[in-house]
């Protein structure tokens, strides 16, 4: 009897486990975005980076993991005229855009897109 009871209680704990991978897998595990799928990315139509002459560093405050590059990457990029490529690790924001940009336009986007501009280059 104590066998059965020892055999059923690792079975649910796998049964556990193999949800919570798949699960993982399928929607990510990051700090904003476990429990809905991803964002689909906003694509940029201009790739070349000639037709871009501004460049700025945007330093973002709360940029965690990927969904969230992808959600203030997204902010930008919807926009015709800016191409922005998060860099989570050092929590900056590359953005190439077709027109000069003011600090007030760049925080606005970062702030609809739930983060904080820190400064800008």
Known sequence: MENIIIIAILILLIVFAVYGTVKRIRFG????????????????????KNNYPYKYTLS???????NC????????????????????ANKEVQLLSKHEETQKELADITSSAGYTMLSYR
């Open 60 to 66: 973002v405050d709360g940029m965690h993991c990927s």
């Open 69 to 88: 590059a992808r959600r203030i990457e997204n902010a930008f990029n919807k926009t015709e005229g800016r191409w922005a490529v998060a860099d989570v």
């Open 29 to 48: 595990s990051s700090c904003c975005g476990s429990k809905t799928p991803p964002e689909k990315k906003v694509k940029v139509k201009d790739r070349n």
